[in-house]
Structures are given as structure tokens and as C-alpha cells.
């Protein structure tokens, strides 16, 4: 399990799924895999892999607000660039 921790006020929100690591990860421009990717000043999440362990492997942008995460983009593995 996985949560977001809101650094203003201490406010934690578990992700409402887990993720697992996907074969067909995009590891980007070196060899490392990241399951989440984000920024500290955005509110944007990118998760990468297989959600709930239901085989879904991709790549999912959510958006962090108001204490809910908003699925705004989703790629199913292979990734087309």
C-alpha cells in the first residue's frame, strides 16, 4: 500500500489501489523502474505498472486534490511515444 502524505497539514491518503512492477515497464533514459513518479510543488501523480494486480500494466496519470486522486490519462502498455 501507498499513500500521499499532505506536507501543509499532515494529512495522509492511502492510494485506493496498490501497483506491481509491470515486465514491460518504461524505464525511461536509464535502467531504473519507478512505480510512482511525482513533484513536491505539482499535484500531478504518474504511477506506472499494473494496478491491484489485475494486469492493467500501463502508465496512469492521476491528479491529487481536495483528498481524492482523479484518473486525467491512461496508456496500456506497449507505450507509443
Do not use: C
Not at 518504461?26 to 504518474?46: C, H, I, P, Q
Request: glycine fraction near 8%; avoid cysteine; proline fraction near 4%.
Amino acid at each position: 500500500m501507498a499513500f500521499i502524505l499532505d506536507a501543509k497539514d499532515g494529512s495522509i491518503y492511502w492510494l485506493p489501489f496498490t501497483v506491481s512492477y509491470a515486465e514491460k515497464a518504461d524505464k525511461g533514459f536509464g535502467n531504473e523502474f519507478y512505480a510512482f513518479d511525482f513533484r513536491t510543488d505539482s499535484n500531478l501523480l504518474v504511477i506506472q505498472g499494473s494496478r491491484n494486480e489485475l494486469n492493467d500494466d500501463g502508465l496512469y496519470d492521476y491528479v491529487f486534490g481536495h483528498g481524492l486522486l482523479q484518473l486525467v490519462k491512461s496508456q496500456p502498455y506497449p507505450l507509443k511515444h
